[in-house]
């Protein structure tokens, strides 16, 4: 696709679901970034992928939280048992290559209840 | 570990005011650094980048130099205008070329 593309835009969810948060990058980037961004916050790194592996999950903030990308494309965040601080915007960012210019999506704003 | 640290906001200028963010950054090596501006309900974009000790980004009438001796990105425009007033951030590329980003500085411009 023309950008980075994630899905959906908007999750309203109970505290204590499971959600998932989907990005499909910039078709043939080979690496892909997921970050946080709460109200007032700056941007928090969460995991790195280069293709289908990920050599920094450095900033997962728990066992909830879990990613994993497919076919070197298409990568899903998963976020178990949700809580309240969870609620933010969570977006996804890809690049041609590592140390290239990185692209960011729209981001998905997740809110817990 | 890598970090980056930014001036607070907001900061609040009229219209054609001088305008400067200062950004100071620790890091291993001499990694890139970019700048990205954030509009209002809008994502992430790059404003500008520059990759090596004195290269100057520029973009849109804004400029930073990147000073290896005093590890700072200062972001200037010399006449900022309403549509500049956004959120920017800085952010140097650490190891695994990971963007290591700051809380950002909200920019408000006044006509």
């Known amino acids: 696709g023309a950008g980075v593309s994630q899905s959906p835009s908007n999750k309203v969810t109970e505290k204590g679901k499971d959600v998932e948060l989907r990005c499909d990058p910039i078709?043939?980037?080979?690496?892909l970034y997921w970050y946080r961004q709460s109200l007032g916050q700056g941007l928090e790194f969460l995991i790195y992928f280069q293709g289908n592996s990920a050599p920094d999950k450095s900033g997962l903030p728990s066992d909830r939280f879990s990613a994993e990308r497919t076919g070197g494309s298409v990568s899903t965040l998963t976020i178990q048992r949700t809580q309240q601080e969870d609620s933010a915007v969570y977006l996804c960012a890809s690049s041609p290559n590592p140390g290239n210019t990185i692209y960011f999506g729209e981001g998905s704003w997740l809110t817990v209840v | 570990g890598d970090s980056v640290t930014q001036m607070e906001g907001p900061v609040t200028l009229s219209e054609e005011a001088f305008l400067t963010i200062n950004c100071t950054y620790t890091a291993t090596g001499y990694p890139s650094l970019f700048w990205y501006v954030q509009y209002p309900g809008e994502g992430l974009q790059l404003l500008l980048k520059?990759?090596?000790?004195?290269d100057k980004g520029s973009n849109k009438g804004f400029e930073a130099t990147y000073r290896k001796e005093t590890t700072s990105f200062h972001l200037e425009k010399g006449s900022v205008q309403v549509s500049d007033s956004a959120v920017y951030f800085c952010?140097?590329?650490?190891?695994?070329?990971?963007?290591?980003f700051g809380t950002g500085t909200r920019l408000q411009v006044f006509p």
């Open positions: 078709s043939g980037h080979t690496a």
């Open positions: 520059a990759t090596k000790a004195d």
């Open positions: 952010a140097p590329q650490g190891d695994t070329d990971k963007l290591i």
